[in-house]
């Protein structure tokens, strides 16, 4: 059984989520992070959870041979690879880093597998490899057109990984491709926490909620959708997580690597967020209508049937859970890990 995990980026939100679901399978994670955009109490919030030492090195993924190091040491046989950098927005603008830690850090991490001798690879991909959706669902033969930086780089990982497990017949990956994770695990002890003004739409919401900031801006209310905002396929982080578990059970039993969308299939709009948020908290959560955020589309929602044939995993969670789990969160830790 692969039981040693190295899990780059396990500080992060999805991250120290999946730790939580791959200890309580019986897994012994290895997080690997250099904490830009986390926070080490997320580690010992992890430890205090489980009952568990989690190891946990502080790095950059770019440095192979701590990487190696780290394989080694802790006689890893599987890593999954979250670290990265991930702000669409902040993409456009710093191009060149999103390449480095993405792409370069992603070429690292093989190499030091390769040294090493470590073979399977769950990797973070995202829905934003499809681009403007020319069909919905999107299934995973949906055509590849990511139309920022951050979705080139998650695009060009993936073909690293075809390529090298092509050159390399020992090396099988996992290429997970996310839709959009919200929510917190049920104890509240660990959650998303983002840096400075949230980019995502239910970290802001519930930071109005909770009175951090003053109104939502809804950005654009004249798509093509039933109430004129955008739609996306929400998922609770902790189903995200158990995916993982199934994912590396699979590339154990398997001998064949895969591509699989993790989503649930629905659609809610941003209004449908701000009311559900507003029911699950007791709050109201004030927003005006803004301008159309550049690069947005109107409806994106996966297509999440080849999961559940290929894993034997689909989400359990419904819209409600997210936003009672993300409010409970939010209201617990008003300020992340910050104390
Ligand atoms: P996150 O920022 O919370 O976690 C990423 C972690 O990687 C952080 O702990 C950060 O400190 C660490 N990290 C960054 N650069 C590193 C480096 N060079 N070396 C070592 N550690 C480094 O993000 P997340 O939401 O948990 O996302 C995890 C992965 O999932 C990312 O690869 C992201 O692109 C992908 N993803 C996220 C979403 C989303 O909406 N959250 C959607 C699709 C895909
Ligand atoms: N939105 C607002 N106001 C905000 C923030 C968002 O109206 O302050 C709207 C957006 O216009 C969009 C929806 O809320 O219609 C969701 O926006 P998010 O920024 O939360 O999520 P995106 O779908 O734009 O992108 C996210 C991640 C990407 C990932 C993608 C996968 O940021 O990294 O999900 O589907 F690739």
Redesign the pocket.
């Not at 491709?177 to 919200?182: D, M």
């Not at 939502?216 to 654009?220: A, D, E, H, I, W």
């Not at 905002?229 to 929400?234: E, H, K, L, M, N």
């Not at 690069?295 to 109107?298: E, F, K, L, R, Y």
């Given at each position: 059984m692969l039981r040693t995990v190295l899990v780059t980026g396990g500080a992060g939100y999805i991250g120290s989520h999946a730790c939580l679901a791959l200890i309580k399978a019986g897994y012994d994670p290895i997080i690997l992070d250099n904490f830009s955009n986390s926070n080490a109490v997320a580690i010992q919030r992890l430890r205090a959870l489980c009952q568990k030492d989690i190891p946990a090195i502080e790095g950059d993924i770019r440095d192979t041979n701590l990487c190696a190091k780290a394989l080694r040491d802790y006689e890893c046989d599987s890593v999954i690879h979250f670290a990265g950098l991930?702000?669409?927005g902040e993409s456009q603008t710093k191009a060149l880093e999103y390449y480095d830690v993405n792409l370069v850090g992603s070429h690292s991490l093989l190499r030091a597998m390769q040294d090493v001798g470590v073979n399977r690879i769950i990797f973070s991909s995202?829905?934003?490899?499809y681009g403007v959706p020319k069909a919905l669902p999107l299934k995973e033969n949906h055509p590849l057109a990511p139309t920022n930086p951050?979705?080139q780089t998650?695009l060009a990982v993936e073909r690293l990984l075809s390529d090298v497990a092509a050159s390399e017949a020992n090396l099988k990956y996992g290429i997970l491709?996310?839709?959009?994770?919200?929510g917190a695990d049920s104890s509240s002890r660990i959650g998303e926490d983002p840096r400075g003004v949230?980019?995502?739409?239910?970290?802001?919401?519930a930071q109005v909620a909770v009175g951090r900031r003053e109104a939502?801006?809804?950005?654009?209310n004249d798509?093509d959708t039933p109430d004129g905002?955008?739609?996306?396929?929400?998922i609770h982080v902790s189903d995200l997580a158990d995916a993982h578990v199934k994912a590396l059970e699979k590339l154990e039993d398997s001998a064949e690597s895969f591509i699989v969308n993790l989503?649930t299939g629905k659609g809610y709009?941003?209004l449908d967020?701000i009311e559900a948020f507003a029911s699950a908290s007791g709050q109201s959560i004030p927003?005006n209508i803004?301008n159309?955020?550049v690069?947005?589309?109107?409806v994106?929602y996966s297509d999440p049937s080849y999961a559940e044939k290929l894993l034997g995993w689909k989400a359990v969670r419904e819209l409600d859970d997210m936003c009672r789990d993300h409010w409970a969160w939010q209201t617990a830790n008003p300020r992340g890990y910050e104390k």
């Open positions: 991930k702000a669409v995202s829905a934003t490899v951050y979705g998650k491709r996310y839709f959009n994770p919200v949230p980019s995502n739409l239910m970290p802001f919401i939502l801006m809804v950005f654009g798509y905002t955008g739609v996306r396929d929400y989503g709009s941003v967020m927003y803004s159309r955020r690069g947005d589309v109107a994106v």
